[in-house]
């Protein structure tokens, strides 16, 4: 086990640790923000017929050669086909077809004009431009044709990804779809001074918990399930580790608060070794959340973070992201990198590499007051956290995580 170490060097453990937990069938219509574990093959082509894509005439360019508006090409109409329909005649020489954008270009031609390049007529047209073959032409499987690649395993199944799939003619309730399973997640926030919301008066000594809140909000807003969230526990070591162990019957990944750092309560060091789970690292160098510890039991991981509360929630976008998208096979759970300007002094000092609540907005980055692991409202409303390696002047850059 390694101790103390680089932010990176964590993120490199728990990644390594922790592979996709495999793939489920589901409908198109239960899929939105899901993954494709396999790729998905286009069934017909689309478009599934040559079209216009504008409303004009259809007819052979080559007799358009040499049309203008002073010496235009005359046509006689023969049909008019609208978006839905079909005409079944096959368009010879000297005649034309009006048609309506997404209408089906009929047999024989290979052009279409718009129709302010005409007279509009409607049994003659007079044709004020020469055309080149296949111009204005959208040809049959432009899209995509039958038995490519639809969709590549690992998509995100969005809204376009959806819309394509319809296309298609797979939007349907007897097509499977053969996704990642999105991972499972437990939450155990330990403390002896914590007490749920609903304890009136609050004890003396006591705190009203906010982590677990705090966590399930994250998680429920990065699409994670959370299967269990049990109501607090005391900080000892065997009511702690019989708790993981109810949990793991249940849970893909446990996240943990409290209990991590080096106070004689501080439980999870006695309680992971009664799971035999183990530890790949406790300690990572940054504030806050100094004391993280990562483990595994029997395949699950666990993930220990600190039980201050802008503490926690800093680690979890931290570690518990690039934790969640390793496990989902889903790289963009982790958050993003940006540089920015600051444009609030950061006073602060301290050698180590710190990381601070803000506000990203069109490069610019504005710090609120308030940076105490212990303080949460302050990060209402921010939404990155600001890399600092010490204290910083406004104008510098500095690089964002966006949450």
Not at 245 to 257: F, G, H, K, N, W
Not at 346 to 360: A, D, S, T
Not at 363 to 388: D, F, I, K, M, Y
């Amino acid at each position: 086990m390694e101790e103390s170490i680089s932010l990176e060097r964590a993120v490199e453990l728990i990644t390594g640790s922790a592979a996709p937990l495999g793939s489920e069938e589901i409908t198109p219509s239960d899929s939105l923000g899901r993954v494709l574990a396999r790729d998905v093959f286009a069934p017909i082509d689309q478009p599934p017929f040559s079209r216009s894509p504008l409303d004009g005439y259809a007819f052979r360019a080559a007799d358009s050669a040499g049309a203008s508006q002073d010496t235009p090409a005359v046509l006689t109409v023969v049909d008019t086909v609208f978006a839905g329909g079909w005409c079944g005649k096959t368009v010879g020489p000297g005649q034309a077809v009006r048609i309506m954008t997404g209408a089906p270009i009929p047999q024989g031609c290979d052009c279409v004009i718009r129709q302010e390049d005409t007279n509009q007529g409607a049994e003659r047209v007079e044709i004020y431009q020469s055309l080149r073959p296949f111009e204005n032409y959208c040809h049959r499987g432009e899209d995509f044709k039958r038995g490519e690649i639809l969709l590549s395993a690992g998509a995100v199944l969005d809204g376009t990804a959806l819309g394509v799939l319809a296309s298609a003619g797979l939007f349907r309730d007897d097509v499977e779809l053969s996704v990642r399973r999105v991972p499972r997640a437990a939450l155990l926030c330990t403390g002896d001074e914590l007490v749920e919301n609903h304890v009136r008066p609050l004890p003396p000594g006591k705190i009203y918990s906010s982590n677990r809140a705090c966590l399930w909000g994250r998680l429920t807003a990065l699409g994670i399930p959370v299967v269990s969230a049990p109501t607090g526990c005391a900080d000892e070591p065997e009511e702690i580790a019989a708790a993981l162990r109810e949990l793991a019957e249940v849970a893909d990944v446990i996240i943990t608060t409290g209990g991590v750092s080096v106070g004689a309560r501080d439980a999870f060091h006695q309680a992971l070794p009664l799971l035999g789970a183990e530890r790949l690292f406790w300690r990572v160098r940054c504030k806050p959340g100094t004391p993280a510890m990562y483990a595994v039991c029997r395949g699950k991981p666990i993930l220990c973070l600190s039980g201050n509360p802008f503490a926690a929630s800093a680690t979890f976008e931290l570690l518990g992201r690039p934790l969640l998208a390793a496990l989902a096979g889903r790289p963009s759970l982790c958050p993003l990198k940006a540089v920015g300007t600051l444009e609030t002094d950061f006073p602060k000092g301290g050698g180590m590499r710190r990381f601070v609540r803000g506000c990203f907005r069109e490069g610019r980055v504005a710090l609120p007051q308030g940076h105490s692991p212990g303080q949460l409202r302050s990060a209402v409303g921010t939404n990155c956290l600001v890399e600092l390696n010490g204290p910083a002047q406004a104008g510098e850059r500095v690089t964002v995580y966006i949450l």
